[in-house]
């Protein structure tokens, strides 16, 4: 089982849809992060939770609600979005704000890819 | 505000060619630098860090050194496969904030026979 699991790993929505991404990790880690990566663009920062609190909201557009109801889940919650927002979004997990300890590293799903019609 | 900067591509070599990716970052204080790696329907993960100056990271034939003076962190590998044809993300980390990993667009590198 990887450390850091995404569903689904494919989603198409119409403009109008309600629809949620789920990121679910089992490395027992306290921070959960959102980024999209879209082409030619550097992965974008969404949001980070620590310890089930949101601590950075990265100006992302109110279309975008992130939801952690414990330490192991995230989920992102999408309405009314545009085609702009297509993109993959990948959900990551770290042992502190800082990365894990020794490293700095972060653990990456394997992305949700949105297409948004 | 702090950035990392990487060369573009795609890149396109034969197997056991030369690589190099180039890196270059702004930050203030000394974060530490890193080179994350994504394969073809994976996320990303960790290639190699290094975390002060003069420090070079390495893992599966990959190198990287940390250069204070050019602010620089070029991912090098002597002689490439095609299974390392990939996604490679350059970042930094600097030393405090919960916004405090910065990533690069991204290089794809193409390995062919």
């Known amino acids: 089982e990887t450390g850091v699991t995404q569903t689904p790993r494919h989603l198409v929505m119409g403009m109008t849809n309600k629809k949620s991404l789920k990121c679910e990790q089992h490395l027992g880690h306290n921070a959960m992060y959102w980024y999209k990566q879209s082409a030619k663009k550097p992965l974008e920062l969404m949001f980070v939770y620590s310890l089930e609190e949101r601590v950075e909201n990265n100006s992302v557009p109110s279309r975008f609600s992130p939801e952690c109801p414990n330490s192991s889940h995230l989920f992102l919650h999408l309405h009314t979005l545009q085609p702009e927002d297509s993109a993959l979004y990948l959900c990551?997990?770290?042992?502190?704000?800082?990365?894990?300890?020794?490293?700095?590293?972060?653990?990456f799903g394997e992305g949700s890819r949105l297409t948004v019609l | 505000g702090d950035s990392v900067t990487q060369m573009e591509g795609p890149v396109t070599l034969s197997e056991e060619a030369f690589l190099t990716i180039n890196c270059t970052y702004t930050a203030t204080g000394y974060p530490s630098l890193f080179w994350y790696v994504q394969y073809p329907g994976e996320g990303l993960q960790l290639l190699l860090k290094a975390t002060k100056a003069d420090d070079k990271g390495s893992n599966k034939g990959f190198e990287a050194t940390y250069r204070k003076e050019t602010t620089s962190f070029h991912l090098e590998k002597g002689s490439v496969q095609v299974s390392d044809s990939a996604v490679y993300f350059c970042a930094l980390r600097r030393q405090t904030g919960a916004n405090n990993l910065f990533f690069g667009t991204g290089t794809r590198l193409t390995v062919i026979p």
């Open positions: 990551a997990s770290s042992q502190t704000l800082q990365g894990t300890a020794n490293t700095g590293e972060l653990f």
